[in-house]
């Protein structure tokens, strides 16, 4: 399993993104896997960001940022989104996208099978 993670940048607070992670094909509906984002800022543990069950029906976020991101699959594009919006200084991190055969909400690094390489979000003052 191959995870790609982009759509990082630079943004101003308060301006949006929105990451995409794609995945080997097929890997989506082969594996019905659970999917997440964490980020990781310079000098701090990496973190749990959303996650999203193989339906969609399950989706969870940090309490950081509930309420301003918003996580999406396509499973026929083997492909997940985080829309992140009024984004903040602190949201900047490198973020990442994994894969988990666990199901329901995962929060826990560990937990998750595969990574991408992670992408940059920057955003200034």
């Known amino acids: 399993v191959q995870l790609q993670a982009s759509g990082g940048g630079l943004v101003q607070a308060g301006g949006s993104l929105r990451l995409s992670c794609a995945a080997s094909?097929?890997?989506?509906?082969?594996?019905?896997?659970?999917m997440g984002w964490f980020r990781q800022a310079p000098g701090k543990e990496r973190e749990f960001v959303s996650s999203?069950?193989?339906?969609?029906?399950?989706?969870y976020y940090a309490d950081s940022v509930r309420g301003r991101f918003t996580i999406s699959r396509d499973n026929v594009a083997d492909t997940v989104y985080l829309q992140m919006n009024t984004l903040k200084p602190e949201d900047t991190a490198v973020y990442y996208c994994?894969?988990?055969?666990?199901?329901?909400?995962?929060?826990?690094?560990?937990?998750?099978?595969?990574w991408g390489q992670g992408t940059q979000v920057t955003v200034s003052s």
């Open positions: 994994a894969a988990t055969r666990a199901s329901g909400v995962v929060t826990i690094s560990p937990l998750y099978d595969y």
């Open positions: 094909r097929r890997t989506f509906s082969s594996y019905a896997m659970t």
């Open positions: 999203i069950s193989w339906s969609g029906g399950r989706v």
